[in-house]
T-cell receptor
Framework: NAGVTQTPKFRVLKTGQSMTLLCAQD?????MYWYRQDPGMGLRLIHY???????AKGEVPDGYNVSRLKKQNFLLGLESAAPSQTSVYFC???????????FGEGSRLTVL | AQSVSQHNHHVILSEAASLELGCNYS??????LFWYVQYPGQHLQLLLK??????LVKGIKGFEAEFIKSKFSFNLRKPSVQWSDTAEYFC????????????FGGGTRLMVKP
């Protein structure tokens, strides 16, 4: 079972470059989330989606955009990367809001 | 402001020592409480959860946690740790007052010395 798959797993960007992280889940979950993990700060919610075609802001949405064109995919975009966006990004999905989240393996992004 | 606090950032124990990691939250409303573990290089895995009922919940790998509503706490315990418990532990909360989105504490990094 694939569960939640994130691509790419590692990426190095220069300041100002753009990129997209892809999250795919095969569990038919309605809810999908993007978190960033930084030392000492736990995981902070960037954006989330409650279903296909919907997105909503989380705790730290600035500098990121998301799209949920298909139920199984949740894309996280950085239009103009900044060093402050150096982090490990985790995607998660769940059937119900906030309950039973399945996490991906993370994507480590470094912005120089 | 609503938050989840883990007061121990780093804990170092010897094998067979007892473990207690603190977690406090400031959410009102109906809360669901979770502990997640992240082993080195891996993604988060659910250790245990509390929704309702018996405030003492048991999870995987011998972990347990106690929900004390009056103290807004959900501390994680294990009577005897093993080297394989070396990991980072995260407390997390959802509240119906906050859209039921999962909010994490800052994490506690546990190192168990063999």
């Amino acid at each position: 079972n694939a569960g939640v798959t994130q691509t790419p797993k590692f990426r190095v960007l220069k300041t100002g470059q753009s990129m997209t992280l892809l999250c795919a889940q095969d569990m038919n979950h309605e809810y999908m989330y993007w978190y960033r993990q930084d030392p000492g700060m736990g995981l902070r919610l960037i954006h989330y989606s409650v279903g296909e075609g919907t997105t909503a802001k989380g705790e730290v949405p600035d500098g990121y955009n998301v799209s949920r064109l298909k139920k199984q995919n949740f894309l996280l975009g950085l239009e103009s990367a900044a060093p402050s966006q150096t982090s490990v990004y985790f995607c998660a999905s769940s059937f119900l809001a906030g309950v039973g989240l399945f996490f991906g393996e993370g994507s480590r992004l470094t912005v120089l | 402001a609503q938050s989840v606090s883990q007061h121990n950032h780093h804990v170092i124990l010897s094998e067979a020592a007892s473990l207690e990691l603190g977690c406090n939250y400031s959410y009102g409303g109906t809360v669901n409480l979770f502990w997640y573990v992240q082993y080195p290089g891996q993604h988060l895995q659910l250790l245990l959860k509390y929704f309702s009922g018996d405030p003492l919940v048991k999870g995987i790998k011998g972990f347990e946690a106690e929900f004390i509503k009056s103290k807004f706490s959900f501390n994680l315990r294990k009577p005897s740790v093993q080297w394989s418990d070396t990991a980072e532990y995260f407390c997390a909360v959802t509240s119906n007052n906050a859209g039921n989105m999962l909010t994490f504490g800052g994490g506690t990094r546990l190192m168990v010395k063999p």
